[in-house]
């Protein structure tokens, strides 16, 4: 089992829909979640990171994590053609560990005009 | 504050030669951790520093080391290139867990 899965995708929507990506993790030691977006040839740029169970928002995106169900998400709203690139999801296990982010796979998102 | 650089950005090697890459994090910063990405592997942790100590280690072959200076630069040194040693090489530098990538050494071993 892989300690982070998320789907591969692509998920495609339309622009001005929302995007929902998801993100199961394995490890119930995880304590920091986060969610980085990478546009091809770049590096990972962070978008959010969360820590405990609940909602976060941030302009168009709400975090969601659910450590019980071991279980984080994203929702972006108003999805625009920028959104397109593809979506890391991250976690350590922080007191020692904070350096070591383990990465899923990646969902590719595609907003369509 | 100016972000995590990286040098060089491009890289071509062959077999059996060794690479050394540098990442100079965000000022303040005292943790560096390294990553590869591959398309096969996705991203992958090589190694932590932290007060030029070597505080994380990733699953990966003694081929791989690092070293962290007193200004918190990092380099991470590759020996006897292999083939499958090809991928992006991600620097970050955090302050607490929040960790920020630099633009990346693209390595390419023929």
């Known amino acids: 089992q892989k300690e982070v899965e998320q789907n591969s995708g692509p998920l495609s929507v339309p622009e001005g829909a929302i995007a929902s990506l998801n993100c199961t993790y394995s490890?119930?030691?995880?304590?920091?979640f986060f969610w980085y977006r990478q546009y091809s040839g770049k590096s990972p740029e962070l978008i959010m990171s969360?820590?405990?169970?609940g909602d976060k928002e941030d302009g168009r995106f709400t975090a969601q994590l659910n450590k019980a169900s071991q279980y984080v998400s994203l929702l972006i709203r108003d999805s625009q053609p920028s959104d397109s690139a593809t979506y890391l999801c991250a976690y350590t296990q922080g007191s020692g560990n904070t350096g070591k982010l383990i990465f899923g796979q990646g969902t590719t998102l595609q907003v369509k005009p | 504050k100016a972000g995590v650089t990286q040098t060089p950005r491009y890289l071509i090697k062959t077999r059996g030669q060794q690479v050394t890459l540098s990442c100079s994090p965000i000022s303040g910063h005292r943790s560096v951790s390294w990553y590869q990405q591959t398309p096969g592997q996705g991203l992958q942790f090589l190694f932590e520093y932290f007060s030029e100590t070597q505080r994380n280690k990733g699953n990966f072959p003694g081929r791989f080391s690092g070293r962290q200076f007193s200004n918190s630069r990092s380099e991470m040194n590759v020996s006897t290139l292999e083939l499958g040693d090809s991928a992006l090489y991600l620097c970050?530098?955090?302050?607490?867990?929040?960790?920020?990538f630099g633009p990346g050494t693209r390595l390419t071993v023929l």
């Open positions: 970050a530098s955090s302050e607490g867990d929040t960790q920020y």
């Open positions: 490890d119930r030691g995880s304590q920091s």
């Open positions: 969360i820590y405990s169970n």
